[in-house]
């Protein structure tokens, strides 16, 4: 047992979002969470005190209250996971906007855009681009179907390799440090 290190909590379990295939890589337009089209993404309700009660919501029943949701999708090759809920507005992030941080025509991270004020919010950091609201990023995790809830896997697994088809994707929210 090793004192110097918390016990960890329920809330910073794992929870599979689906197969890795399910999600198509979306590429600089809006997600395709609404209308008739394959949706994009996809949206959890993951309470914080028992992940295994953990459901999908359907993207047509989006409009409840929006906490403890977190929205999963693949952006340029590689997955995310957010809160489903903009800090700033409490709007739903499934009807965002994706885009490249550039500087000079190099691409250095992607965010996205709440539509309802315009706020945008880093994908790695989940800092916005205005005041000190940020947003919570998910720890995301590729890992070969049937591994469970108890592989390792590294964070080099969350890009999207030629075998991506045969991965699951797995998430958790952060643990928070200090």
Request: aromatic share 10%; charged share 20%; hydrophobic share 35%.
């Amino acid at each position: 047992m090793n004192f110097f290190r918390a016990a960890p909590k329920s809330g910073s379990d794992w929870f599979p979002v689906g197969h890795a295939s399910s999600f198509p890589d979306l590429v600089s337009q809006p997600l395709l969470c609404k209308g008739d089209a394959t949706p994009g993404c996809k949206v959890f309700h993951i309470p914080k005190q028992d992940t295994s009660q953990g459901t999908e919501v359907p993207i047509a029943e989006i409009g409840g209250p929006l906490k403890e949701q977190v929205l999963v999708f693949r952006f340029r090759g590689k997955f995310h996971a957010i809160d489903h809920e903009c800090p700033h507005s409490s709007y739903p992030l499934s009807q965002g906007i994706l885009f490249d941080v550039e500087d000079f025509g190099v691409a250095l991270s992607a965010g996205i855009s709440c539509p309802k004020h315009g706020w945008s919010f880093d994908l790695f950091t989940g800092m916005s681009d205005r005041a000190a609201y940020r947003l919570a990023v998910w720890e995301v995790q590729l890992r070969q179907i049937g591994e469970g809830a108890h592989a390792s896997a590294s964070s080099e697994d969350t890009d999207n390799g030629s075998d991506a088809t045969e991965k699951e994707v797995w998430v958790r929210r952060k643990p928070r440090i200090g």
